[in-house]
């Protein structure tokens, strides 16, 4: 196939997650320009088969779909809006496609002005990691108009193994808001319960063995606990991420007033090990915390 008849994509924020999309969509036969203000991240995508843009202007100028993959709600809108945003630098009929984990008021708003200007949206949350986005095995829950969401399934798929359909947009966001408020509280958990398994004598993989297939088990526990047992630290969802999601949830339950005591409880940990300095380690991470709180209570 040549690139006169690939299909162009946009590609905004090349960091893990938008990095790891970019250099697959590579492989999957589409043409793929990317933009990241961070050199090391633009290189990255580079010597994966993504053009490099100057700015995003330059990016979004010939994509038929835009992907904007990046780290708070404060970035999309900057990515988003202004004179030389994504909205006022695609062509009409372009499709959006956001794929950060924002809350879903920032999602409307930015879809709002979008839409205005002839645009289409795709509100695209993702469940999985860059080990599945390197793959093309990423859940999404997908918030968006049928017809919309029909026009973009070749690119939906190549990007994940599953597409959800959650509703209008905005849906999307609250899904995948919800499902990490499950998932953070599961790990923390987990944690504090294989801490404890192990400081009573019982060896580590056996723990895990036979709590994997037990009542207590979950997804998160049976995918990432390996890593623990096998002291693998590589950073595949961080601690700051996991605070920074657990904010947008408490913060979703509070203006829909539902208390929301345990997700606060459980961030309050997350925080503590921020505090720890333990930002930028993997969630599984927090086992380590547990241990470090043990040797100090016996001290």
């Known amino acids: 196939m040549n690139d006169d008849t690939k299909t162009p994509v946009a590609v905004l924020g090349l960091g893990a997650m938008g990095g790891a999309i970019a250099r697959h969509l590579v492989t999957e036969g589409f043409a793929v ?25 330059e990016a979004v100028a010939h994509a038929r779909f835009v992907i904007t993959s990046l780290p708070d709600p404060a970035a999309v809108r900057s990515a988003w809006e202004g004179d030389r945003g ?16 924002i809350d879903p008021g920032t999602m409307t708003s930015i879809a709002e002005l979008a839409t205005a200007a002839g645009l289409r949206v795709i509100d695209c949350a993702v469940s999985g990691g860059p080990d599945e986005a390197a793959v093309g095995k990423l859940g999404l829950l997908v918030g968006a108009d049928e017809p919309d969401l029909d026009y973009s399934r070749p690119l939906l798929d190549a990007v994940g193994s599953s597409v959800s359909h959650t ?4 849906t999307g966001k609250t899904v995948k808001i919800v499902n990490n408020m499950m998932s953070m509280g599961n790990v923390l958990v987990a944690a504090e319960a294989f801490e404890v398994g192990v400081a009573a004598g019982v060896d580590p993989q056996r723990l895990f063995d036979v709590l994997a297939g037990s009542g207590g088990s979950s997804h998160h526990f049976v995918k990432r606990f390996p890593w623990v047992v096998a002291d693998d630290r590589r950073t595949r969802f961080s601690i700051r991420l996991a605070d920074k999601d657990l904010g947008l949830a408490v913060d ?7 208390p929301s005591p345990t997700a606060s409880m459980v961030r309050s940990v997350y925080a503590l090990a921020i505090a ?11 086992t380590r915390l547990y241990r470090r709180w043990g040797r100090r209570s016996g001290e």
């Not at 994504?86 to 984990?101: P, Y």
């Not at 509703?167 to 905005?170: K, L, T």
């Not at 979703?252 to 539902?258: K, W």
């Not at 720890?276 to 927090?286: P, T, W």
């Open 252 to 258: 979703l339950a509070r203006s829909l007033g539902i």
């Open 86 to 101: 994504v909205v006022a630098s695609a062509a009409q009929g372009t499709v959006l496609l956001e794929l950060s984990t």
């Open 33 to 57: 320009t990317g933009y990241d203000p961070d050199p090391d991240a633009a290189r990255r995508a580079v010597d994966g088969g993504v053009t490099a843009a100057a700015d995003p202007v």
């Open 276 to 286: 720890e300095g333990m930002a930028g380690e993997d969630i599984v991470g927090l």
């Open 167 to 170: 509703g209008d947009v905005g």
